[in-house]
């Protein structure tokens, strides 16, 4: 199990590396006109060699990634080139927004679509073809879009929920839930759509195994084939599936911020794209390989928790 | 040779499947919606100026944030240009965009996933892991980080997003390759000599080409919504009509002119939606030849018997007919089987695979495959009517006085649950015990079926103990209950010979010392001849013939079991139970 953890967390280690150099190559490696965008038409060349100079752009490549990985390593990942802040603490304060909508959005993943894939697999028939057709419709509706049907019907028609802002849960617990709900909404319906489709698959695999009939055969009653060890065994599948929609709503997030001014780390990316602020863009795809890292090792040990034949290794 | 041919057969008559395969996907009706509002797309973006009334970039000032009408189809955005026009015009930009999307995803993933299934270890190590990783990725996120290194076509972001896309492909074909690589025909394709370029692209191709269609429409719709997302968040050519562009400007005058959200979420959404069917309905093709059938209706049970059964026959089968759910119907396949079994006896029902002899036991438990039911005829356990049972009436027979012991030992225990546990719980629903109760009583019977440490057993989770050991916790969990009657299904074929004979030396023990009656369904007449008493021969969902073992060996009746016998004369097992006289003869034949 040790040995089973160390090899993951290698794994994501190399990953967190390879990534962090590939991007900084590509986004550090075209930062030409980012002198000119943010000193605007007027800058005299000079201005502009004064102003990559301050930046730091003008050395090398490999000496600016150099030093960014040496700052980056004991937590320090630079300045933001167009707001006044330190890129590390800036994320510090938006991390939190992002994973409590997106906490809240796998969790309500999970619950979703366990219920309905279970349902769908074991009453067949009009319940899963409801669910089928709601998968259809789940996957075809972009949840940005679907965030401004629900800001249009919810906020701006019917009132009942804020259509934009977000409060910390310790400043209002109550006035958080209600800024989160539409956001949430928005971000989940695709998911729930897409995951339950995946358990009712994997639920309907474990309940063709031939370890069905034969507890059956012994008296076992349904009840407790289909909750004890059906689910148990379709549970690694849906466990995976969570952790492939976790990396999606990550990306989610970045619309649904923007549409109800939620200020996260996908806003700031979008800001930072949009402008050319490269070290936060840097800082926001490391933070969030860290993060994606961090949830897939911890789906790997619970699956291997679940699987004896690892966990006795 | 033999199990060759038909292998051939199946690949050589791929093409005109293939041919039937489209027809068939464009006669679904979902099929048809999705290839027509694919085909408008397509239409409306090559012909984008017939279409649009105005003008995409015109600007006409009063009609800033119009109402639908007077020339504006769908009103005017917030710089007073025509909606319509510029979803007509945004369907190419769409359209390209998600081309190139899913050709980099197909092109990057299949050929990748070709190589690491074809060639295998080293190179799909090092291949999983790349693929993995760029599943790690949030892809929003990393072309946002490369907007402005990829400049503002958004194309070049859809070729990094075709990157990301393509560990789909990837993976679905290594699997499918890995699959059909030791296929007896691609075996033949490379004795023969043929280059490995030449094996991938007849043979393996082939049986990739399904899946991937059905990938790539799915991809689209995926590539599709990215693309809308990412200009809606203001990245590419402001120049362009998009999609994703007039849902923007639309939100930011959402709260002046709220219907301009609709209609490009509308084309975003139909279009995804029917890249969706069109995948549902090509891979309902390939799964069932067909659109998932209803359940066919029950046909009435025409056969009432009201009867009773000799007093010395605990099981009685009169006219059983069982059928599986088809494309037209119910598909039959045990055809009235008539079958008398006496108390005390062991009973082989004989026959090739395919036969119906498992169905037919299943009948008995109640434990048909998905879909599976008796359509006729009745079941007599001991003068009890087990057609019509409710589960709840049979849950009571189960595990109590009828009890199963499978083929496929590994397959049978739940690898999630300590042997025990799975010994423990159905001595507790099914007969009432006490957890201690039961335990001591699993523990018991662990050591009665010969296992030498049934505690170590007990503790043991399935993948830790062998199939010898795996089969006795079988017959274990089976024969707790002590039940009437004991269907065995082919319960020595899947273990080593020697393992074989002491499983069956064990169960003719349990059935001498507990007074059971025993199904023994099996394909080997050395396992009838060594164990039963008497015998039935299935053919083609019908039992042919029936008779005491001694008899039937003697004097075969019917063609198909003279044939079975002569067929089984090389086994070396036969010889030494019962050496029967009309051996050369049949031989011979």
């Not at chain 1, 709503?249 to 930072?272: N, Y």
């Not at chain 2, 005017?76 to 359209?95: E, H, K, M, P, Q």
């Not at chain 2, 990057?108 to 074809?118: E, K």
């Not at chain 2, 004979?501 to 001849?529: S, Y």
Request: aromatic letters at 6%.
């Amino acid at each position: 199990m040790l040995k089973y953890l160390s090899r993951k967390l290698l794994s994501g280690i190399c990953l967190l590396f390879i990534v962090s150099a590939v991007t900084f190559v590509l986004i550090f490696g075209s930062t030409e006109n980012v002198a000119r965008n943010i000193l605007g038409e007027s800058a005299t060349t000079e201005d502009i060699a004064a102003y990559n100079h301050q930046l730091g752009i003008d050395r090398p490549l490999l000496v600016q990634y150099g030093s960014w990985l040496q700052g980056a390593l004991s937590g320090d990942l630079g300045d933001s080139w167009t707001r006044n802040q330190r890129v590390a603490p800036s994320l510090q304060s938006r991390l939190p927004v992002t994973l409590s909508i997106v906490g809240v959005a796998v969790l309500l993943t999970g619950v979703f679509s366990v219920v309905l894939g279970v349902t769908a697999a074991v009453r067949r028939g009009l319940a899963d073809q409801i669910i089928q057709v709601i998968s259809v419709v789940g996957f075809a509706i972009p949840n940005f879009w679907l965030g401004l049907l629900l800001v249009l019907l919810f906020a701006v028609h019917l009132q009942w929920l804020p259509p934009t802002g977000y409060v910390s849960f310790s400043a209002s617990p109550k006035q958080w839930a209600a800024a989160l709900v539409l956001p949430v909404a928005a971000l989940v319906f695709s998911g729930i759509a897409s995951s339950s489709q995946q358990v009712r698959g994997a639920v309907i695999d474990a309940l063709n195994q031939d370890y069905v009939r034969t507890l059956r055969a012994r008296g076992v009653r349904r009840s407790s084939i289909l909750y004890r060890h059906a689910l148990r065994n379709a549970l690694p599948a849906a466990l995976t599936v969570l952790s492939v929609q976790f990396v999606a709503l990550l990306g989610g997030a970045a619309v649904i911020e923007r549409i109800f001014a939620i200020p996260g780390l996908g806003s700031l990316t979008v800001d930072a794209a949009l402008q050319g602020d490269v070290p936060v863009l840097m800082g926001v795809v490391v933070t969030l390989v860290i993060v994606v890292v961090i949830v897939n090792i911890m789906i790997d040990v619970l699956n291997a928790m679940l699987n004896p034949k690892v966990r006795l290794q | 040779m033999t199990d060759a041919s038909p292998q051939t057969n199946a690949t050589a008559s791929q093409g005109p499947q293939r041919r039937s395969m489209v027809k068939s996907v464009l006669k679904s009706p979902l099929g048809a919606l999705s290839v027509l509002l694919i085909l408008a797309v397509v239409l409306t973006a090559l012909f984008a100026p017939l279409i649009a009334a105005n003008d995409p970039a015109a600007i006409q000032i009063f009609r800033v944030n119009a109402a639908p009408g007077d020339g504006y189809l769908l009103g005017g955005d917030g710089s007073g240009r025509d909606i319509f026009s510029r979803l007509v015009y945004g369907a190419r930009n769409t359209l390209l965009g998600t081309l190139i999307a899913v050709g980099v995803a197909a092109i990057v993933g299949v050929s990748a996933g070709l190589a690491a299934g074809y060639h295998g270890r080293k190179l799909e190590v090092g291949a999983s892991w790349l693929f993995d990783a760029l599943m790690a990725l949030p892809a929003m996120i990393v072309l946002l980080a490369f907007y402005q290194a990829l400049g503002a076509s958004i194309h070049l972001s859809m070729v990094v997003f075709g990157v990301m896309l393509s560990p789909g492909f990837f993976r679905l074909t290594r699997t499918l390759v890995k699959g059909v690589k030791n296929e007896l025909y691609v075996d033949a394709a490379r004795v023969s000599g043929l280059s490995n370029l030449r094996i991938i692209s007849r043979h393996i191709l082939r049986v990739v080409r399904a899946p991937v269609v059905i990938q790539t429409s799915i991809v689209a719709g995926i590539a599709l919504v990215i693309q809308a997302g990412l200009e809606f968040l203001g990245l590419g050519d402001p120049g362009t009509p998009t999609w994703g562009g007039v849902l923007q400007s639309a939100f930011e005058n959402m709260y002046v002119s709220p219907q301009a959200v609709i209609w490009p979420g509308l084309a975003i959404s139909i279009t995804v939606a029917s890249f969706v069917l069109l995948a549902n309905s090509i891979r309902d093709q390939l799964q069932h030849g067909g659109p998932p059938a209803r359940l066919p209706k029950l046909p009435e049970r025409r056969s009432v018997f009201d009867r009773q059964a000799e007093a010395d026959v605990l099981l009685s089968l009169r006219g059983v007919k069982i059928g599986y759910p088809g494309t037209s119907g119910w598909r039959e396949v045990v055809h009235g089987v008539d079958l008398d079994v006496r108390r005390g006896e062991v009973l082989g029902l004989v026959g090739e695979s395919g036969s119906g002899k498992s169905q037919t036991a299943f009948a008995v438990l109640g434990l048909l495959g998905t879909g599976g039911h008796v359509l006729d005829g009745s079941i007599l356990f001991d003068g009890e009517e087990l057609l019509g049972k409710s589960d709840e009436e049979m849950h009571g027979l189960r595990g109590k006085r009828i009890a199963y012991v499978p083929q496929e030992p590994m397959s049978n225990l739940d690898p999630s649950f300590r042997i025990g546990s799975q010994l423990v719980e159905p001595l507790m629903t099914a007969q009432g015990m006490s957890r201690r109760e039961a335990r001591a009583h699993a523990l018991d019977m662990l050591g009665r079926v010969g296992l030498p440490d049934p505690k170590r057993t007990f503790n043991a989770y399935p993948h830790e103990i062998s199939g010898g050991m795996a089969q006795r916790v079988l017959i274990a969990g089976a024969v707790a209950t002590y039940p009437d009657l004991l269907i065995a299904d082919e319960p020595t074929t899947a273990l080593d010979v020697t393992v074989q004979a002491e499983i069956l030396e064990l169960l003719r023990e349990l059935q001498a010392e507990f007074g059971m009656t025993i199904v023994m369904v099996t394909h080997n007449f050395g396992v009838v001849a060594d164990i039963c008493d008497s015998v039935a021969v299935m053919r083609q969902g019908e039992i042919v013939e029936q008779n005491k073992v001694t008899d039937l060996f003697a004097n075969p009746t019917h063609d198909y079991t003279k044939n079975l016998l002569a067929a089984v004369l090389d086994d070396v097992e036969v010889r030494r139970y019962s050496p029967p006289k009309f051996a050369p003869q049949e031989a011979a034949q």
